[in-house]
């Protein structure tokens, strides 16, 4: 069964840009989960789809959003960008949000550098 | 979310067995314990995950205090891919896919 991919594997933006980071889970998980890495802060939840609706979210401003689509593909889109945002963007896929079966399975990441 | 406690660093021997220890006090009767690590420049990656009773697949065994409060990720013989920085989570019904990450412990495999 082929894992959670991502796309781009590498992004360069300029300040005050918008962008838009795809995934793609693993064939029948129906939850998928963002996340941000950076070395000062960590890995870090952004937010948590399920059925194309947004069940869980956190603490970051209303410029990070996403989105599930019914073949639950996700996207997650960053608007006007601030050099802050440059870092390593995850994704992740479960057959469910919440226990037993929640076990998150990652992809490679987004590479995204803010310039 | 409920804290866990877990020593920043440890170190192992190649072929032995490491156990890694997760201190988690103020558990809730409901919150499984779920392990995930990351290795050098890749994302994390799940390892296994308990609730009450000791749990082995093929990567580790967890093994659970009768009181909950502790748990113990164990590598039965450690190889040089298993240098990584191990998590130890608490998760519970309500948080729909939020993983909270600490620190971990960054574990070292000496050839």
């Known amino acids: 069964k082929a894992g959670v991919t991502q796309t781009p594997r ?17 064939s029948g998980h129906r939850s998928v989960s963002w996340y941000q890495q ?8 952004l937010f948590e789809y399920f059925s194309e609706t ?4 956190g603490n970051f401003p209303g410029r990070f959003s996403g989105r ?3 073949n639950s593909r996700s996207e997650m ?3 006007t960008l601030e050099l802050g945002d440059s870092a390593l963007y995850l994704c992740a896929s479960s057959l469910a949000p919440g226990p037993p079966k929640d076990e998150q399975y990652f992809g490679p990441g987004t590479r995204l550098t803010v310039t | 979310d409920a804290k866990t406690t877990q020593p920043n660093s440890m170190e192992s021997n190649e072929e032995e067995p490491v156990h890694l220890p997760c201190n988690h006090s103020t558990i809730s009767g409901t919150d499984y314990i779920h392990w ?8 994390p990656e799940y390892v296994i995950h308990g609730l009450t009773s000791n749990v082995n697949n093929r990567m580790a065994s967890l093994a659970i205090a009768e009181d909950r409060k502790s748990s113990t990720l164990i ?9 990584a920085v191990y998590y130890c ?3 519970d019904g309500t948080s729909y896919g939020k993983l909270t990450f600490g620190q971990g412990t960054i574990l070292t495999v000496h050839p």
Do not use: E, M, W
């Not at chain 1, 950076?38 to 939840?45: K, Y």
């Not at chain 2, 590598?75 to 240098?83: P, S, Y």
């Open chain 1, 10 to 26: 590498y992004l360069i933006k300029t300040r005050g840009q918008q962008v838009t980071l795809s995934c793609s889970p693993i």
């Open chain 1, 38 to 45: 950076t070395p000062g802060q960590g890995l870090q939840f």
């Open chain 1, 54 to 57: 947004q069940r869980n979210k």
């Open chain 1, 68 to 70: 599930q689509f019914s």
């Open chain 1, 77 to 79: 889109n960053v608007s």
């Open chain 2, 36 to 43: 995930y690590r990351q290795l050098p420049s890749q994302g």
């Open chain 2, 75 to 83: 590598l039965h013989r450690a190889t040089l891919r298993d240098a």
């Open chain 2, 89 to 91: 989570i608490l998760r």
